[in-house]
């Protein structure tokens, strides 16, 4: 069974810092894995997608990367701002072609 | 272009009642996911299908049942809705690389 663990749980940073999110994962038999935001109350938005033959992905000051092997994804925003707050969810496509989530890390990016 | 539509978007039920949570798709994916989230947690699969006709269990199947009879739609069923079946109600799709999501469905079971 695959598990996906994302740590740390919550984290809080002042505006302007470079930050890191950990994601890892226990069967490294993946397709992919994905990256989203998740705002208070609201649906899932779809950050990155870095498939199983790639290395890592960047869009604007976001950029995440993939080591298969050893069961680990980061994602990494550069010059975080008060607008980046939100719940950070990565996911990962298994073999059976069940899609798991992790539980989120709860970034707070303090003005 | 709708993407992933879900429907409804809220509801409250009494103990012991049945609907059905309908979720939509016209990207022509093979793939669908039912997920329920509670606070403070992740998402958890309830369900998912990997083409028309086709069902499995996730991480938490029971009390709820599913059906894609047609490609496009995955029907979630609660025949008997408990108030531990609160909770926020998403619905995914993919042609096998990205996901997309639909807005969810807030049911609260009282």
């Known amino acids: 069974k695959q598990e996906v663990t994302q740590i740390p749980a919550a984290l809080s940073v002042p505006e302007g810092e470079n930050l890191v999110l950990n994601c890892s994962f226990t069967?490294?038999?993946?397709?992919?894995l994905q990256w989203f935001r998740q705002d208070p109350g609201k649906g899932l938005t779809s950050l990155l997608l870095?498939?199983?033959?790639?290395r890592e992905q960047t869009s604007g000051r976001l950029n995440a990367s993939l080591d298969k092997s050893s069961g680990r994804s980061t994602l990494y925003i550069a010059a975080s701002q008060p607008g980046d707050s939100a719940t950070y969810l990565c996911a990962v496509l298994g073999s059976a072609r069940q899609l798991t989530f992790g539980s989120g890390t709860q970034l707070t990016v303090l003005p | 272009n709708a993407g992933v539509t879900q429907t409804p978007k809220f509801r409250v039920l009494k103990t012991g009642q049945s609907m059905t949570l309908l979720c939509a798709q016209d990207m022509n994916h093979e793939y669908m996911y039912w997920y329920r989230q509670d606070p403070g947690m992740g998402l958890r699969l309830i369900h998912y299908?990997?083409?028309?006709?086709?069902?499995a269990k996730g991480e938490v199947p029971d009390g709820y049942n599913v059906s894609r009879l047609k490609k496009q739609n995955f029907l979630l069923g609660l025949e008997s809705a408990a108030p531990s079946q609160t909770s926020v109600y998403f619905c995914?799709?993919?042609?096998?690389?990205?996901?997309?999501f639909g807005q969810g469905t807030r049911l609260t079971v009282v």
């Open positions: 995914a799709s993919s042609p096998g690389t990205e996901a997309f």
């Open positions: 069967d490294s038999a993946i397709y992919n």
């Open positions: 870095i498939q199983s033959s790639q």
């Open positions: 299908s990997v083409g028309e006709g086709t069902t």
